[in-house]
């Protein structure tokens, strides 16, 4: 089992920034993808962000690409969600993940989720 805690959302104006921490236990880091999803009120979760193991590999969504920055500390097990030049539609839930594969589509571990409010 991985356990992950989110932190670092928030009420924040649009075109300010936050960054988001994931904090993992239980495992080996080091041996899991990250992820960061979204869900705004009355939508599907999406995706935003992927890092693998080493941080050598990194995914963004069209909708966020430019604008936010994940990155990971594997000796601090933890993984993070730099975001700049928010905005309105940004606003959502978001969870990090876990995986052992970098291209899993559905991503094994969950945490329970930070509230950002981007207001305009």
């Known amino acids: 089992q991985v356990q992950l805690v989110e932190s670092g959302g928030g009420l924040v104006q649009a075109g300010g920034s936050l960054r988001l921490s994931c904090a993992a236990s239980g495992r080996t880091f080091s041996n899991y993808a990250m992820g960061w999803f979204r869900q705004a009120p009355g939508k599907e979760r999406e995706i935003v962000s992927l890092?693998?193991?080493?941080?050598?590999?990194?995914y963004y969504s069209d909708s966020v690409k430019g604008r936010f920055t994940i990155s990971r500390d594997n000796a601090k097990n933890t993984v993070y969600l730099q975001m700049t030049t928010l905005k309105p539609e940004d606003t959502a839930d978001y969870y990090c993940?876990?995986?052992?594969?970098?291209?899993?589509?559905?991503?094994?571990?969950w945490g329970q989720g930070t509230q950002v409010t981007v207001s305009s």
């Open positions: 993940a876990a995986d052992r594969f970098y291209e899993s589509t559905v991503y094994d571990y």
């Open positions: 890092i693998n193991w080493n941080g050598a590999r990194t």
